[in-house]
């Protein structure tokens, strides 16, 4: 349950799921107001904006929403449209989609619609982001960088992000697309901001920027570096980084994380293994009763 006066983000890992049970876009239009939800989607990063208005306008639909509308700026002087700006001040929700980063970054922050936001944010409408819309969440986002498993030198790029969550860098498809390295050297060299990584069809539902709980199919990644030993500073370009002493947190769902401190608050299993705990068991104690009735 949501507390009252409390602010919300919903930042998404990428491919939540629009046609099974949802879980993740269900919690958003819960959080926004469910019924009485005012839903605005941004689907700016998008190379395909009019279908991802499509797409989400008809899940948020079935979810029970009907406030549904969208704001779209084609260029960062449309970022000062009153009417837009006006669409971000009536939300309770607001949605942004995936695509490129770096277009969010270069039309939205910084401009009136940008600080609208933040406002929104502020005054406890519910901001959720998906992909691109994940990175933008935090005051510096990940704009570009390469993928795998090993941290590399230089091989990522920082560009400022919407500033609605301080001190942690996002990183979203985290599983999917081998991202650690790249999260790894970016905290490397940043070692007081914390690292965060998002699996697809998986949230990390973040309270007044400090309780992180998580939601949805995969788990969230959470890498503190700041007592961490490293070569960041010397090491030569697309060269291996050493990192080592760093702490690493892998949360699925049911986990709920303090990022001021850097610690599990609470864990409740959301995945019992049932063939293992009581499955075979029942199986076991079921098929030994039968037989004994029958002697």
Excluded at 219 to 242: C, G, I, K, Q, S
Excluded at 256 to 261: A, G, I, N, Q, Y
């Amino acid at each position: 349950m949501r507390k009252p006066g409390s602010r919300s983000l919903l930042i998404i890992g990428g491919a939540e799921d629009k046609v099974g049970r949802v879980t993740v876009l269900r919690r958003f239009v819960r959080l926004a107001g469910g019924r009485k939800a005012r839903i605005v989607i941004i689907p700016t990063a998008s190379s395909v904006p009019d279908e991802v208005v499509e797409v989400y306008s008809t899940v948020f639909s079935r979810l029970g929403c009907e406030s549904i509308t969208s704001v779209n700026p084609p260029n960062r002087q449309a970022s000062n449209d009153e009417e837009l700006i006006g669409r971000i001040d009536d939300a309770t929700g607001i949605f942004i989609s995936g695509g490129n980063q770096l277009k969010l970054s270069q039309l939205i922050v910084g401009t009136p619609l940008g600080r609208a936001l933040l406002e929104a944010y502020q005054r406890g409408a519910v901001v959720a982001g998906t992909s691109a819309g994940a990175s933008i969440m935090s005051q510096f986002m990940i704009s570009m960088g390469e993928e795998g498993v090993t941290p590399r030198q230089r091989s990522s790029q920082l560009t400022a992000g919407l500033g609605l969550l301080s001190g942690v860098i996002v990183d979203q498809h985290f599983d999917q697309r081998a991202r650690y390295g790249r999260l790894l050297s970016l905290v490397a060299g940043s070692p007081s901001l914390l690292g965060m990584g998002i699996d697809e069809d998986t949230a990390a539902e973040i309270t007044d920027e400090t309780e992180l709980t998580v939601v949805g199919s995969g788990a969230v990644f959470v890498v503190d570096a700041r007592n961490a030993v490293t070569d960041a500073h010397e090491a030569r370009r697309d060269a291996p980084l050493l990192v080592t002493g760093a702490i690493v947190h892998t949360l699925p769902f049911g986990a709920t994380f303090d990022l001021d401190s850097a610690k599990l608050i609470d864990f409740v299993e959301k995945y019992p293994d049932v063939a293992v705990q009581s499955g075979r068991d029942q199986h076991d104690t079921a098929t030994a009763a039968a037989a004994l009735r029958h002697h």
